[in-house]
């Protein structure tokens, strides 16, 4: 997931450091949300704006090389994209231990978003969701 063995590795540093220096579960779990929020982010989002940089240069060439409609082969390489998530899924990316259904391995509770007893029930976005959602029912 990083790029290199140096950003895992001090992903890696941070998160042992996080841990030595907090005590307690909610401080541990903000301090490794902390390391994540800083170091894992910004490489996912780097890792999804070059991928899709790299997905729409397929209907660029194609445009500039043989004057093929853009719209028509970005519409076909959708049919692309969901043949390659189902070879991954059902290859390399499927759980061992998933009763032979096509499902990926489950995040580790380590890596999982925690949420803390007092918010469970509630979050900042549960009044946008619930209006959302009875707005939506009313049309």
Known sequence: MLATLPAALALL???ALATQLTSGYQAQSFALGGVVATKLLPA???AGIL???AWAAIPAFLKTRFGVNEILTSLMLTYVATLLLSALVHGPWRDPTGFNLPDSRIFPPAIRKRR???RAASSPGSGLKDSSSATAWRM
């Open 51 to 53: 991928g899709g940089m």
């Open 44 to 46: 996912m989002l780097l």
């Open 116 to 118: 803390s007893p007092s």
């Open 13 to 15: 540093a941070l998160t």
